[in-house]
Every structure is written in C-alpha cells, then in structure tokens.
C-alpha cells in the first residue's frame, strides 16, 4: 500500500501502577514489528495511565526525540492531579517536546475548562476518551466549537452497543467531534459511523502497543472506501487536525535556528579584521 499509514493511538513508557497493563507498562519492540508486518509508517505516542504526567510525558518526549521521522507526541493531563499547572506543562509539550495533541482520560478526571482553554490557546486537537460518558460529547462540541475533539472506540473501549449507537449521532451532526477505530468490535457499528458521518470524522488508531495495527487497521481497509476516503482515515484526518500545531512548531524552530545561527556568526565589521 503506497497510502501513508499513521497510528493516531499508542501508548508508551512506563506507568507507575499495577492494576493492568495499562498503568504499567507500555513497551514498543512487538508493537514496531507490528507495524512494520503491516506496513504503519508512522505514530502518534502518549504515556501510559500515570499519577505524575509532567514525569510520563517527558519520558515519552525522550522517545518521539529518537526518531522525530517516525513519531509523533500528545501530551497526558489529569485535569485534578494537574490543575493550575495545565498550561505550563502544555506550553513545555509544545514548545519543548514538540507534541502536536492532547490526551485526556475520563479515568483520571473528567477534562476541565482549563484542558480546553490551553488546547484553545496551542491550537491542538484533544483526544478524550469518554469511557462511555456520551453526553459530555454535546457540552464539548458547543462549549468549544473551534476545539476539535477526538473521541475514541466510538466513546467506549467496553463494547457497549448501546453507548457506540447514541456517540454516532455527535458524530454526524458536529463538526468538531471526530472518532478513531482502535478498540472497536463491533464492525457494523464502525461501518455505519463510517457511512452517516464520513470519512473525514474517522482517525486510524490501534490502541497500542497491546491492540495489534494491523488487526485494527483491517477494520478501515474493509470498508471498501475510495482510495481518496481511505487516505483521510489512514492519515489525512490526522494531518489535518494537527496541522495548526505543527506548522506552528516548525515556525519556531526555524526561528530558534535563525537565532542561534545570529549568535554564533561574529558581527560583519569584527568578520572583516
């Protein structure tokens, strides 16, 4: 497949509990052979479920540094464990690490106003798993409405049909509410997504690295879309919702590289001597 092919949805590093993998640890050697099986050309990594984000996300910052070609960063809040403190740790994601999102999960906290205000200011997409709370949905798409919010496994990894059926209809009739197909189980409820609210509203997402890509990719390829609509799902959404924040980042680092270029270089009179 020559389409680029982007993982919207990975976890990695290490957590600081022990109550599953999901707080534990997220290695990623199986999980790059995966996608090397089955042809994901690139990521979007976040830390696993963490009491202390500031910690996790440099830690996966340190990872994304390592091959800046192959992945991309989200930055982890707490709205409770965080609070006062969102804006600086997103301006340091941004500015420092470079990370184009925002993870948040409804496990730690509910998001807060001051979650959404820094996405706001950074012009960064906010992937927000619900955990089945569908009716956050309808406050989120019309409190922010210039906030695009990612909403993952059609708002719940639990596979509740009921649930999934009423997140379709934020779907459809928000334009700032997208989804992504990591977890999903149930295809006929993904297909239907897929054809009321369109392809521009899915993302490609694995749920890594304990969710195989390539399983999870099948669920997009089997929807017999056009080569045009699979594009935006594979990576075309993902692009397009970050692209604010990371023409913003190069914008800056092209600017840091003129700077310090202006102070290494002498004076041209002191040049001439």
């Known amino acids: 497949m020559s389409t680029l092919i982007i993982d919207s949805h990975c976890h990695?590093?290490?957590?600081d509990g022990l109550s599953g993998p999901w707080d534990t640890n997220?290695?990623?050697?199986?999980?790059?052979?995966?996608?090397?099986?089955?042809?994901?050309?690139?990521?979007?990594?976040?830390?696993?479920?963490?009491?202390?984000y500031a910690r996790a996300n440099f830690e996966v910052a340190n990872i994304v540094r390592s091959d800046p070609g192959r992945f991309y960063g989200y930055a982890f809040l707490d709205a409770e464990r965080d609070k006062g403190r969102i804006h600086s740790m997103v301006r340091t994601a941004v500015e420092e690490y470079h990370f184009c999102g925002i993870k948040v999960h409804r496990h730690d906290a509910p998001i807060s106003r001051e979650?959404?205000?820094?996405?706001?200011?950074?012009?960064?997409p906010v992937l927000y798993d619900v955990t089945g709370e569908i009716a956050t949905v309808e406050l989120l798409a019309t409190e922010y409405p210039d906030i695009n919010f990612i909403i993952p496994h059609l708002g719940t990894?639990?596979?509740?049909?009921?649930?999934?059926?009423?997140?379709?209809?934020?779907l459809v009739r928000h334009p700032n509410i997208y989804t992504d197909s990591s977890g999903v189980k149930r295809f006929d409820l993904f297909k239907m997504a897929y054809e009321r609210a369109g392809a521009h509203k899915i993302l490609f997402g694995s749920?890594?690295?304990?969710?195989?890509?390539?399983?999870?990719?099948a669920k997009?390829?089997?929807?017999?879309?056009?080569?045009?609509?699979?594009?935006?799902?594979?990576?075309?959404?993902?692009?397009?919702?970050?692209?604010?924040?990371?023409?913003?980042?190069?914008?800056?680092?092209?600017?840091?590289?003129?700077?310090?270029?202006?102070?290494?270089?002498p004076p041209l009179a002191t040049a001439r001597l």
Not at 12 to 15: E, L, M
Not at 115 to 124: G, K, P, S, V
Request: hydrophobic share 40%; net charge positive; with cysteine.
């Open 12 to 15: 990695a590093g290490k957590g």
């Open 26 to 52: 997220a290695p990623l050697k199986d999980y790059l052979q995966w996608c090397n099986d089955a042809g994901v050309h690139r990521t979007v990594l976040f830390a696993a479920l963490h009491a202390d």
């Open 115 to 124: 979650i959404c205000a820094a996405a706001r200011q950074f012009r960064l």
């Open 157 to 170: 990894f639990s596979d509740n049909w009921s649930w999934q059926l009423s997140f379709i209809d934020h």
């Open 207 to 217: 749920d890594g690295p304990w969710l195989h890509p390539g399983v999870e990719l």
């Open 220 to 265: 997009i390829l089997y929807l017999k879309a056009s080569p045009e609509e699979e594009a935006l799902m594979l990576s075309g959404n993902f692009l397009r919702l970050t692209r604010q924040a990371r023409s913003h980042q190069r914008q800056r680092q092209n600017q840091y590289h003129l700077h310090n270029q202006h102070l290494t270089k």
